[in-house]
């Protein structure tokens, strides 16, 4: 298998068992969405910018000229594909939450397509739909919708298109910069975005022990810090489009994660989406190499 889909299945491993145990922590009543979502980003950014001041303080020099770009993939990319999700699954069913997220793959292909940065074949077109079919059924869609809201919609809606946008962005500034750097950058934007939205000095009361402190700190690293650097690193290599089908995995690890760990049931239709979302990933997998630049 080529390093570059390596690479985004270990995100998809790290993001889908990072719900579950987000889940986890809220139904157990120890962290929000808000709080998931500043201190995840908070913790990465603080271990990148620890690591780049002991190793290399010189790759921190950037052009001006990209620190607007590195805010809108912090912000919306990062921040907004997040908090937007879990501002969806608190009001509506977490599985139709998760699907619409999921259609951001379906954004990237056309976007890319029509702005004739990556053609979109017959053989990117049969993953795409097995990959749909698979994320729907993996969720447990089928099985009927517990609860609906205009604004978990309208939320999980933006989710996708913040993760859209997350996607493109980043393998544009893949092209100009190391991962680990405009990644840094990256959370910084949306760490300071939080700052402004919920006050650092705050965050001992919200956090309340230093057990869930330390659970924070873990999260933000197994959450944000491993899945980006992972998903970055493979969206470098590969092509964007493919990249994101790959990262429908999330669903899938989602689903058996929740199965394994949380006690939920895991159904023949929840199985047969696993096995289309694999076969899609399969699929991309296995087009020729000569192929991977797309370029129109």
Known sequence: ??????????????????AVAAKALSLGNVAG???????????????????LLARSPARLRVPL????????????GIAGANYFLYFAIERMDAAVADVIQFTAPLLVAVWLHATRQERFDKTKSVALALAMAGVVLSL????????????????????????ACMIVLGKSLSR??????????????????????????????????????GLLVVFGFTSALLPYVFFLAGLR?????????V???????????AYLFLGESLTVSQMTGISLVIAAVGVIEAAPIAREAERI
């Open 247 to 257: 990262s429908t995995l999330e669903p899938a690890i989602i689903a058996v994660g």
């Open 65 to 76: 000229s990209d620190l607007a770009a590195f805010a809108v993939f912090g912000i919306c």
């Open 1 to 18: 298998m080529r390093l570059g889909y390596v690479f985004v299945i270990l995100a998809a491993c790290c993001w889908g068992g990072s």
């Open 237 to 245: 290599r590969a092509p964007a489009s493919r990249a994101a089908i």
């Open 176 to 213: 100009r910069h190391d991962p680990i750097v405009y990644l840094h950058y990256g959370f910084a934007a949306s760490a300071l975005f939080w700052a402004v939205i919920a006050p650092p000095w705050t965050l001992p009361a919200r956090i309340g022990s230093w057990q869930t402190a």
């Open 140 to 163: 447990g869609l089928p099985s009927g919708v517990r609860s609906l809201s205009a604004a978990g919609v309208v939320s999980a809606a933006v989710s996708a298109l913040c993760f």
């Open 33 to 51: 969405a808000l709080l998931l979502s500043q201190s995840r980003v908070t913790v990465a950014w603080v271990i990148i910018l620890v690591y």
